[in-house]
């Protein structure tokens, strides 16, 4: 069973930084592309960023400039850097895994607190 665990969250101030950590285990066969959505309570899931296997990143215009998404494949990692953090940033962020086997795998999610 593969599963993805995050860590990084937290509470940070206006204008400050926190670095995401997503880590794959379990049976994986081969990844494709992996990335970050965050959701708020009562809204839909939206995608922050993803970035493919060789790469290339893609990013919501909302976080252009001030995150960067990267991955470590041989670790099976992802990793979303969030810099000069917005009140609207605040959301439960969630990374994901497309698996070409077992298809989008999710993680539990962790919360990203931005507050004076």
């Known amino acids: 069973q593969v599963q993805l665990v995050e860590s990084g969250g937290g509470l940070v101030q206006p204008g400050g930084s926190l670095r995401l950590s997503c880590a794959a285990s379990g049976r994986i066969f081969s990844i494709n592309d992996m990335g970050w959505y965050r959701q708020a309570p009562g809204k839909e899931r939206e995608l922050v960023a993803s970035i493919t296997s060789r790469g290339t990143a893609n990013y919501a215009d909302s976080v252009k400039g001030r995150f960067t998404i990267s991955r470590d494949n041989a670790k099976k990692m992802v990793y979303l850097q969030m810099n000069n953090l917005k009140s609207e940033d605040m959301d439960v962020y969630y990374c994901?895994?497309?698996?070409?086997?077992?298809?989008?795998?999710w993680g539990q999610g962790t919360a990203v607190t931005v507050s004076s």
């Open positions: 994901y895994v497309d698996d070409w086997v077992y298809g989008r795998i």
